[in-house]
């Protein structure tokens, strides 16, 4: 991955906030700047296809309870 270099203007609570975390976590503080950039660039990727998500019956309405149930079933399973 190739890096350039950039300035940029951040609010000084957010920066000591970073400070503290890189100090705390043993990490550059560019770390933490690089990971946001990034997360901010994937905000921004639009997508020109639509996403081929399948589509569920379950040959009607599921209620609450029956999902409630559900999901406590699979954590019981995983134990």
Do not use: C, Q
Request: charged share 40%.
């Amino acid at each position: 991955m190739a890096l350039k270099k950039t300035t940029v203007m951040v609010d000084e609570e957010d920066l000591a906030l970073v400070k503290e975390a890189a100090a705390r976590e043993g990490r550059p503080e560019s770390e933490y700047f690089r990971e946001a950039f990034h997360i901010a660039a994937l905000r921004t990727r639009r997508w020109s296809e639509d996403w081929d998500i399948p589509r569920l019956d379950f040959g009607g309405p599921v209620t609450t309870e029956e999902i409630d149930r559900a999901v406590s079933d699979g954590v019981a399973d995983a134990e």
